[in-house]
C-alpha cells in the first residue's frame, strides 16, 4: 500500500542490478554477448541472436502473448531470486509483435486500420506499460538494438553518416525514457590493422548516445567489466564532487498487490462487520463507491478489470472500521 510517510531518500547503487541500458550496433558486434554477461540474466529472445554464445538461460518469444507469459512469471518469488536483469533481443520486433498483438485485439490487418490513429497510441501504450513492469518489478532491463544509419547534408557538397538506434519513432520514444544509458557498440582499426571494440555513452556529432550517469566516460573498452568499473568510477566523481550518497547495493522493495478474490473477499468482511456495527454504514459504504466509481453502483457489481477502484474503495472501508 502507498504510504509517503515512510519513504528512504534515493541512494545511487554501484550494482547494475536496477540500471537501465539499451545497447545497439551492428550486427554480430557483440550486442548480445555483452548483455549476456549481466549476472543472472534471463535473455527474451525476439529473435535467436544467442546461438553461439554458451551458458545462458533464454527463453524464445513467437507472439507478443507469449511475452506476456512471461511477465506474469516473473513476478513470481522464485523467479526474483533466479534473475536480476531481464534482457530483451531485440527491441524492435519485440514492438512489431506488440503491434500485432493490438492488431489482433482489434480484429484488424494493419495498425493504420483502427480508426484516429488509437491503434498507435494503444500500441505505445501496451509497449511502454510491459516494459515499466519490469523495472517496477526491480529488475534491470538491457534493451539490444540494430543500427539506422543515414546520410545527413552538412553543406552543398558533403554529407555526414548518422548512426542511430534502429526502432519506430514511438517505440524509440518509450525507451529513451526508461533507460539510463544509450550506448552505441563501434568497432574500430588501427593503422596496423588491429580491432578493438568500444561502447560509445555519449553523442558524438555521428552517433546518437547519452547517459543519466553525469561523469560517465564518453568512450568505454567494450565488456561487461568495463562497463561496471567506469560506472563505478562516474559514481565515485559524483560522491566527490556532488555529495550523492552511494551504497554497494539496493534491495527492491515491490510491494505485492492484492488479487480481485482477496480484495472482494476482505471487502464482503468489513461490509458485514460495518453494517452490522450501524446500519447506516451500508449508504456511506455505497457514497463511496459513487465517488471512486462516478457512478451508483454495488460492491457485488464490480468486475476484476475494475480492481485498481474495487482497492481504493477497500481502504475507505478499512479507515471506517478503524474508526468504529
Known sequence: ??????IEPTVISRDLKGKYILLYGKPKVGKTTLASNFPNNLLVAFEKGYNAIDGIRAIDINKWADFKQVLRQLEKPE???MYDTITIDTTTIAYEMCESFICAQNGVQTISDIPWGQGYAATKKEFENSLRRITMMGYGLVLISHVDRRLEAIDESNEVEILAPSMPKRCYEVVNQIVDIIGYISTEWDNDGNSSRWLYTRATPTIMAGTRFR????RIPLGYDSLVEAINKAIDKQKELDGATVVDKVESRVEEEMTFDQIRAEAQELWTT????AEENADKILKKVEMTFGRKMKLSDITEDQKDLFFLVLLDMREMNSAL
Open 1 to 6: 500500500m502507498i504510504d509517503i510517510l515512510n
Open 79 to 81: 523467479a526474483k531470486e
Open 215 to 218: 561523469y560517465l566516460e564518453p
Open 274 to 277: 460495518l453494517v452490522g456495527a
